[in-house]
T-cell receptor, first 113, second 113 residues
Framework: AQSVTQLDSHVSVSEGTPVLLRCNYS??????LFWYVQHPNKGLQLLLK??????LVKGINGFEAEFKKSETSFHLTKPSAHMSDAAEYFC???????????FGQGTILTVHP | DGGITQSPKYLFRKEGQNVTLSCEQN?????MYWYRQDPGQGLRLIYY???????QKGDIAEGYSVSREKKESFPLTVTSAQKNPTAFYLC????????????FGPGTRLTVT
């Protein structure tokens, strides 16, 4: 069985400060891992993807994530938050049959001016 | 432009009526998926299809039906048997391999009164 846990349901930061969204996974094999972002009433957009080629993955809009097998973590970071980063973020695991994904519960990021 | 389209964006129905949500993709993806999103519950898989004329139940298939007569189309019918149909519905597609990311449509918000 595979599971994804996002450790914070809400994160609040000030514009220009770093962002850290935490994600732990549980899997009996090495999964593919993704971060998606969802703005209100919109579909999900892929931020970045890990598939074992490199442990530090760079994504769009300045986001990056580091895969740490020993900690079973895949935290998402950004050095400096922008107002447009305010959205809900999902950590997702793949690697099961037929391309099915396992979603975390989501983290809502609020950015204050 | 390649992508996934869902229509309509907002849909209102009376209780007891069946309703069909449209999903079309021009990415030439083999696999397509339907998810339901409720506040605080992340995304839950309703149905998925790996190839034309074949589909499988996801985690919450009761009260829903699908068809996959064409590679590019995967309509979802919400039947009157679905007890709580009001939700945000997201369609996605992928190449179908375990490491493949899914691409999401903009979603349809269904309200049943």
């Amino acid at each position: 069985a595979q599971s994804v846990t996002q450790l914070d349901s809400h994160v609040s930061v000030s514009e220009g400060t770093p962002v850290l969204l935490r994600c732990n996974y549980s899997s009996s094999y090495s999964p593919s891992l993704f971060w998606y972002v969802q703005h209100p009433n919109k579909g999900l957009q892929l931020l970045l993807k890990y598939t074992s080629a490199a442990t530090l993955v760079k994504g769009i809009n300045g986001f990056e994530a580091e895969f740490k097998k020993s900690e079973t973590s895949f935290h998402l970071t950004k050095p400096s938050a922008h107002m447009s980063d305010a959205a809900e973020y999902f950590c997702v695991a793949g690697g099961t049959s037929y391309g099915k994904l396992t979603f975390g519960q989501g983290t809502i990021l609020t950015v204050h001016p | 432009d390649g992508g996934i389209t869902q229509s309509p964006k907002y849909l209102f129905r009376k209780e007891g009526q069946n309703v069909t949500l449209s999903c079309e993709q021009n990415l030439n993806h083999d696999a397509m998926y339907w998810y339901r999103q409720d506040p605080g519950q992340g995304l839950r898989l309703i149905y998925y299809s790996q190839i034309v004329n074949d589909f499988q139940k996801g985690d919450i298939a009761e009260g829903y039906s699908v068809s996959r007569e064409k590679k590019e189309s995967f309509p979802l019918t919400v039947t009157s048997a679905q007890k709580n149909p009001t939700a945000f519905y997201l369609c996605a597609s992928s190449m179908g391999l375990p490491s493949n990311e899914q691409y999401f449509g903009p979603g349809t918000r269904l309200t049943v009164t």
